[in-house]
């Protein structure tokens, strides 16, 4: 699961908890419209929910809140049509900063967003100081874990998991990201403890594909693997890639354990023509090629040599 998606889950996070004691002190109109938002907001009423922000802003156009809260909307939906454009949102967010520069709430919302269009580097700049603003701010520590990992600083993002956990020792999807980092730097038996402890606070099937992933791939576990797989599909049995991976970590339990094949006996090699019996034939027969050509030879020198006949007349 890509940042991005996981961001985009709960896309509203901040500025749409805005406690009902502040909307009780501050009952002008803004205010009202602004709460109105809220509320219609959490119902996933968008539409409805922006056209309040736009009183509410209309009504006091230095209302930062109700800036951040459209910004929020405008992102969600975005997310939801998974089209990426932002400018809406990060246009709010700016206007907000601009509005009300010591409140974290457009650094937060306006970083978030950034880290959801993979623009690390300027969402840290945000997140840094939305945690500066307000350092007991769970979710800009864990949003820039999120912009940590997107830039693959593993130590750093380790680290702000870690506080995470410290603050909320139940938090199962830090120890999830926990189990991504380990499993990035190679220390996969740390990765397998991490999705344990996530598994233990909530069991999810996504997490189960992912530490059988690890058990199947790094670590050639495959009967491990394979109860994480089966045990997805349990939960989700139309899970397509995760059918796929269980058929590969049986056809490679199945071939771990498979006996190994018989040893076959070496062909006998055909004798070749220089065999001893051979060079042995051939000696003979030349030796006997020799002793005929002598003796050829030696008949027709004896003919020659025989002596003449006298010339005289008899």
């Not at 042995?280 to 006997?288: D, H, N, S």
């Amino acid at each position: 699961m890509t940042i991005s998606k996981y961001l985009s889950i709960a896309a509203i996070v901040f500025a749409l908890t805005i406690p009902r004691q502040e909307a009780k002190e501050t009952s002008d109109t803004s205010s009202d419209h602004n709460n109105k938002g809220v509320e219609l907001a959490q119902q996933h009423q968008y539409e409805a929910a922006i056209n309040e922000f736009n009183l509410a802003i209309k009504a006091n156009p230095k209302n930062a809140k109700a800036y951040v809260n459209r910004g929020s909307i405008f992102r969600a939906m975005h997310a939801q049509a998974q089209d990426q454009q932002y400018d809406d949102a990060i246009k709010d967010f700016t206007k907000a900063i601009e509005i009300a520069p010591k409140d974290p709430a457009g650094y937060l919302e306006r970083g978030q967003t950034l880290v959801m269009q993979k623009q690390y580097t300027e969402a840290l700049t945000d997140l840094n100081k939305a945690a500066e603003l307000k350092p007991d701010n769970i979710m800009a520590t864990r949003l820039r874990g999120f912009a940590e990992i997107g830039m693959s600083d593993w130590d750093k993002a380790a680290a702000d998991f870690n506080t995470v956990i410290q603050k909320d020792p139940n938090d199962a999807q830090a120890y999830e990201r926990l189990g991504f980092i380990h499993r990035s730097q190679k220390k996969y038996n740390e990765a397998i403890a991490d999705y344990d402890k996530s598994l233990e606070i909530k069991p999810d099937p996504d997490i189960y594909t992912k530490r059988g992933y690890t058990y199947v791939t790094y670590l050639q576990n495959y009967e491990k693997g394979i109860a994480d797989y089966e045990q997805t599909l349990k939960i989700n049995p139309n899970d397509y890639d995760t059918q796929q991976r269980l058929q590969y970590a049986q056809a490679a339990l199945a071939a771990k354990n498979a006996p190994p094949p018989a040893a076959t006996p070496a062909p006998t090699p055909e004798p070749g023509l220089f065999t001893p019996l051979n060079i042995g034939i051939a000696l003979v027969v030349l030796l006997v090629l020799i002793g005929i050509i002598f003796v050829v030879a030696k008949r027709r020198g004896g003919g020659e040599e025989e002596p003449t006949e006298s010339g005289r007349i008899r």
